[in-house]
């Protein structure tokens, strides 16, 4: 399965870097991430419990909008509780990872304004 996660993080990154104005390449902690004004909005999750699609949303965002299945809000330390304005979206949600990469760089564009 994580080859197939792998694959598909890569197309996605190789698409939005090539597609969509002010994105780049980046990391976040140990990961590979997508960038847009310096910060990340998403990024390929290997640890932490669920791997998949880091996404940045907002805190007060309408996760049941989207619709997904398999999804967790990030947690990357044992002792802290969740990040409430990040998700990971699993395997089950694969193919509804370009709609969340899109929301999430639309968010991060309002961001930057």
Known sequence: MSDLLLDA???LADRFTAE??????GRMMSAESLTYGGKVF???STKGGRPGLGCRLDRNFDI???D???WQHLA?????PPMKDWIVAGAGDLPRWPLLAETALTLARARQR
């Not at 969509?20 to 390449?25: F, H, K, P, S």
């Not at 990357?76 to 802290?80: A, Q």
């Open 9 to 11: 993080w890569t197309d």
């Open 20 to 25: 969509q104005a002010g994105v780049e390449r």
């Open 42 to 44: 998403v990024f390929h």
């Open 64 to 66: 049941a909008s989207l």
């Open 68 to 70: 997904l299945t398999d």
């Open 76 to 80: 990357p330390f044992k002792t802290r």
